[in-house]
């Protein structure tokens, strides 16, 4: 395999072969670990010292199920620390197949113009599409590339938050259907790619090599056995398939854990109204689809296809965290109107979470009215015409406060909290609290055990236990992140002892190594502290590991609960 690297200063690419170091790293690990490298702590993010880092995953490329995650690393302009943002979508199968380790996107352009970087079997080349494509929305850009280049290309590209480096700019990854609706989200990493002047990423894997396995029988094998794991799973097998991860909704809802109205409470009166079960109802009445898969070979298919009230296909990728914040968080419960601003979200290219916290905000501030469907639209559709007020909104949950004199702001290290209260999901709180990449329920899903009784149990609203399972879970998905598993896949490794063996056994027969479990957990640890080093060096500590007040100070209803984990006890998540 090799390592691009692209120099947008001078319009120039090299290949490099994979040094040593870089050998047994994928997706987070590899990312993560090239911006430590490379990468001033203390750069302006949108500047031409920071870098781009393109990553699949160590088995992306390969039969392995649900592998084809593609991860994208930076210093965050969000967030000011280390980013890894990952997404599903077609593009990390089709690099890993081409033989791409990574691609580092260094410097920035002389000339203010906006590039397409081709890549396929020959190798990358940048080619001027100022003319073409710039102020375009990812769809209509996916659709102009994929009709010139051809329908089995993959696209990545930025809408017009790209453009203007606003700090909740996403990088669109094309769905199999070749739709803009599989996002690296978090972060502001689509502020970076059109820093870059990146507008698009064409990756075409026509006659390529394909992955190199030592020991295809093997493979095969421990492929089958992580497959029958997945399916197997009540969650991954029958749950998310069916109704997609908006199942969530009545679940949290139940358990008090739904944030609503801004924060101020953990259940939500139009819960029904766009809970999973009533939306597949929908999706199967207009002829939608309720079980997709983001990328080729997953399956568990939790992805949906959502049409409008004329059977017109409207948006996908319907995932629970966006339906919550433009809803209960939000206090609407019109489904449609929670789908339009999904939709917008993916053409201009912005991060659904950090645009529902940012209309809650705007909401608290009086800028319109809880409950206000169009209003939340109106404000969304400013986004794409760079208007004073679409910038102030693009820039996200904690610039929005300070434009509007808002004080009751979920954020933790300047990046929206995603949708599980963290007073009725203590485990998922000290996740939001303390992880690397500001506050993000991927990196540690203690849903699982506090919620979904995955892994076993630890009681929501007690604080015991919460520290240990932050902890474990935010080591462990740091290592699946560099596989290119999804981490949805947790479930049955957590639940199945088969699983993860399984896992093991697949990246020693692709690569000749002799790995075991304890090597996974190690490899999770060494992610976490390269991270934290490069935040260390970037001026964090531990008072930016802690939520905002409200949380410790207010009463989460129904359950009356507060966060009540020390800052003392927040300090020892990082004691490994």
Not at 74 to 93: D, M, R, V
């Amino acid at each position: 395999m090799k390592i691009y690297r692209v120099n947008m200063t001078e319009g120039k690419v090299t290949t490099e072969d994979v040094k040593e170091d870089y050998a047994a790293l994928g997706g987070r690990g590899l990312t993560s670990q090239i911006i430590a490298d490379e990468v001033k702590p203390n750069c302006n993010p949108i500047g031409a010292k920071n870098k781009l880092v393109i990553a699949p995953g160590l088995l992306s490329g390969t039969n392995a199920p649900s592998s084809g995650r593609l991860s994208v690393g930076t210093k965050s302009p969000l967030t000011g620390g280390i980013k890894e943002s990952n997404a599903g979508g077609t593009a990390a199968q089709k690099l890993a197949k081409l033989g791409v380790k990574a691609i580092v996107v260094e410097g920035k352009p002389k000339d203010g113009k906006f590039y397409t970087m081709m890549v396929n079997k020959n190798g990358v080349k940048l080619e001027d599409s100022s003319a073409d494509l710039l102020g375009k929305g990812n769809y209509e850009v996916m659709e102009k590339m994929q009709k010139e280049l051809g329908e089995d290309v993959s696209v990545m590209s930025i809408g017009q938050a790209g453009e203007y480096k606003l700090q909740s700019a996403s990088i669109a990854v094309s769905d199999p259907e070749g739709r803009p609706t599989r996002h690296c989200g978090r972060g502001g990493t689509g502020a970076v790619m059109g820093s870059k002047g990146l507008k698009t990423i064409v990756i075409d894997d026509t006659d390529a090599p394909g992955v190199s396995i030592v020991d295809k029988d093997a493979f095969k094998k421990s492929a089958r056995a992580l497959a029958k794991a997945l399916l197997d799973h009540p969650v991954c097998g029958e749950g998310l398939p069916e109704y997609g991860t908006s199942i969530l909704i009545n679940i949290l809802n139940e358990s008090g854990g739904l944030p609503t109205q801004n924060f101020r409470r953990g259940r939500f009166e139009g819960a029904d109204e766009i809970s999973g079960e009533t939306i597949a109802e929908v999706i199967n009445e207009r002829g939608g689809n309720t079980t997709h898969a983001c990328h080729p070979g997953c399956v568990m298919r939790c992805s949906q296809i959502y049409n409008d009230k004329d059977g017109n296909y409207l948006t996908g990728g319907f995932e629970y965290e966006t339906i919550w914040g433009f809803g209960a968080n939000s206090e609407v419960d019109d489904i449609d109107a929670i789908a339009k601003m999904d939709r917008i979200c993916d053409d201009v290219g912005v991060d659904t979470i950090e645009m529902a916290t940012t209309i809650g905000v705007a909401m608290e501030a009086g800028v319109i009215e809880f409950g206000d469907a169009e209003g939340a639209i109106d404000l969304l559709k400013e986004i794409g015409k760079g208007t004073p007020i679409g910038r102030i909104i693009g820039n996200g949950t904690g610039f929005t406060a300070k434009a509007f004199g808002v004080t009751r702001v979920p954020v933790v290290k300047n990046q929206g909290i995603p949708a599980y209260d963290p007073r009725a999901v203590k485990g998922v709180g000290v996740t939001y609290a303390t992880s690397t990449m500001g506050a993000d329920h991927t990196a540690g899903y203690a849903v699982t055990s506090n919620i979904l009784d995955i892994g076993g149990t630890v009681d929501p609203l007690d604080k015991e236990g919460q520290i240990d399972l932050s902890r474990d879970l935010q080591i462990a998905t740091a290592a699946v992140d560099s596989t290119g598993l999804c981490v949805f896949a947790a479930f049955a490794i957590l639940d199945n002892d088969e699983a993860l063996p399984a896992v093991v056994d697949m990246l020693n027969a692709q690569y000749g190594l002799e790995l075991e479990v304890g090597d996974v957990t190690e490899l999770g640890k060494s992610i976490l502290k390269v991270e934290r080093d490069f935040n260390t060096r970037a001026g964090f500590d531990n008072t930016d590991d802690r939520l905002p007040d409200f949380f410790v100070e207010e009463e989460c209803s129904p359950y009356d609960v507060k966060f009540d984990i020390t800052d003392k006890e927040l300090d020892e998540v990082y004691d490994f």
